[in-house]
Every structure is written in C-alpha cells, then in structure tokens.
C-alpha cells in the first residue's frame, strides 16, 4: 500500500531546495530569517521571497562571481557581513533577533551576535530600500551557471 503522495513528483520544492531555500533550520534560525524578511518587507513594500531569494548570483544562496546590479551587491555585503561576524565567533543563520522601529528607524538589542545579525540584516534591507530602482525581473531565480569569475572582495 503506498503512503499519500507517494512516487510524485514536486518540482517546486525540488528546485527551492537546489536554490538553498528550503533548507533545515532550527527553529532559532526560522525566527531570524522570519525577522529579516518582515524586516526587507517593511523597508520595501515588496515580498522578500518572492522579490529576494534568487535574484542574481548572491540573494539567497552561497553567491558567486560578479554581482548582476546595485540589489545584487546588496546581498553582496549582506554576505560579507555575515562572514565577518562568523570569524568573531558568532552563528548569523542560526541567531534568533527581535527589533523595534522607534522614530521610523530600526532599533536593534539584546546580546551582541543577535545585535550584530541584526544590523546585518537591517544594512541589506535599508539597501534593498535604496536600490529599488535597479531592480530587475531579468535576475528573478538567476540561475547560478551563469554566475562566473571571481568573487568581489568585501
């Protein structure tokens, strides 16, 4: 007797997991990531899944090569952000944050690596905000082959 749903086939799920969406988290980290994207859709009035995760070569995934536009290097130093507080000891994809907007900016507190990933995610959204213009449907889920040289320093 086969189990409901057994031998289909789910293509998007597929593909989101290729493009590192969906991806095992902790409970920690959903409630960071949750943060960031009401954080993005805040400071865009735009859907972070389906505007962010996937655009160009570094939204949403490991990036690499050269940043398609002014969004892309956004994701970019998001990135570089992350990595710099890695070599401080600290867990960016795994910590868990809470923020304020007070006087319509965002506040952010509580331990260090929760504040670090926080302004973190705050620098890519109020960039995110900032470069809006360049946005372009074009590097919608960009597929990463095409995503060649070398990485930009941070």
């Known amino acids: 007797c086969k189990g409901r749903g057994e031998g289909k086939v789910f293509t998007l799920p597929l593909a989101l997991l290729h493009r590192g969406l969906l991806q095992y988290k902790s409970p920690r980290s959903r409630e960071g990531l949750l943060e960031f994207r009401k954080m993005i859709n805040q400071a ?4 972070a899944i389906l505007s962010y995760y996937g655009y160009g070569c570094y939204c949403g995934s490991d990036g690499r090569g050269e940043p398609k536009d002014a969004t892309d ?6 990135d570089c952000c992350y990595n710099k507080m890695l070599a401080r ?6 910590e868990s944050y809470s923020y304020s907007i007070q006087s319509g900016n965002i506040a952010c507190g509580k331990t260090v690596c929760q504040k670090w990933t926080c302004e973190c995610d705050k620098a890519a959204a ?5 470069t809006a213009h360049t946005f372009r449907r074009k590097y919608l889920y960009y597929p990463n082959i095409l995503c060649k040289g070398p990485s930009p320093a941070c």
């Open 73 to 78: 290097w956004c994701c970019h130093a998001h």
């Open 44 to 47: 865009t009035r735009k859907s």
């Open 126 to 130: 109020m960039c995110f905000q900032r």
């Open 89 to 94: 000891g600290c867990e960016p994809k795994l």
